[in-house]
């Protein structure tokens, strides 16, 4: 079964800085993406990445200050945060196999149970 597992959130004051992790059971993932939801609220994308080709993508909220990016073996991505905001409050959700649309929570087939993220 294919896993994908959250960490590295926690809380932290503006203008700090944060590092999430997401790591997936499968054997390479050439596709990531990073959302995150508010109570209340549907589940927004934040930012995404696919090699090969490379690139990334990222919401206008978050662009600037979040930085996603792989490991060597493509079976982890992480979500570098800087400057946070209180706005960036959220539980962030990590998600792989993008077929389609990056800002589409449906495009992706696998997700993860998700990291809080906390902005004072």
């Known amino acids: 079964d294919v896993q994908l597992v959250e960490s590295g959130g926690g809380s932290v004051q503006a203008g700090g800085s944060l590092r999430l992790t997401c790591r997936t059971s499968l054997y390479s993932i050439a596709s990531m993406g990073w959302f995150r939801q508010v109570p209340g609220k549907e589940r927004e994308a934040v930012a995404a990445?696919?090699?090969?080709?490379?690139?990334?993508v990222y919401a206008d909220s978050v662009k600037g200050r979040f930085t996603i990016s792989q490991d060597k073996a493509k079976t982890t991505v992480y979500l570098e945060m800087n400057s946070l905001k209180p706005e960036d409050t959220a539980m962030y959700y990590c998600a792989a196999d993008l077929r389609g649309d990056w800002y589409s929570p449906s495009n992706y087939n696998y997700w993860g149970q998700g990291t809080q993220v906390t902005v004072s």
């Open positions: 990445i696919a090699r090969p080709p490379a690139f990334t």
